[in-house]
């Protein structure tokens, strides 16, 4: 397993932007899948956008607003979040697996974070 740190959430108005980091650490990072999912209050958690070394997936909910990203040089996986909406709200959770296939659902990944929370205001 690796171990994953998220950072950077916060409280933003909506139409702003935010950059979470994910900082993976206990296994070679350079190869596998890295997610971001959510969770809002009373909801399920949620795919929102997932890399390998060679694709990306979004959701489409956040298709065009938010960028994932990776640095292997320093073991981080970035989301580039901007247009954000009230309705992005939600506890953001980093996952990884070590296959390069991006699921959307939570079960095929082996490694989560902590979480951080975002909040957008109206």
């Known amino acids: 397993q690796v171990q994953l740190v998220e950072s950077g959430g916060g409280l933003v108005q909506a139409g702003g932007s935010l950059r979470l980091s994910c900082a993976a650490s206990?296994?070679?990072?350079?190869?596998?899948?890295m997610a971001w999912f959510r969770q809002a209050p009373g909801k399920e958690r949620e795919f929102v956008a997932g890399?390998?070394?060679?694709?990306?997936r979004y959701a489409d909910s956040v298709k065009g607003r938010f960028t994932i990203s990776r640095d292997n040089a320093k073991n981080t996986v970035y989301l580039q979040m901007n247009t954000l909406k009230p309705e992005d709200t939600a506890i953001y959770y980093c996952?990884?697996?070590?296959?390069?296939?991006?699921?959307?659902?939570?079960?095929?990944?082996?490694?989560w974070g902590q979480g951080t929370q975002v909040t957008v205001s109206s």
């Open positions: 996952a990884a697996r070590p296959f390069n296939v991006i699921p959307t659902t939570s079960s095929p990944y082996n490694s």
């Open positions: 206990g296994r070679s990072f350079s190869s596998g899948t």
């Open positions: 890399i390998t070394v060679s694709s990306t």
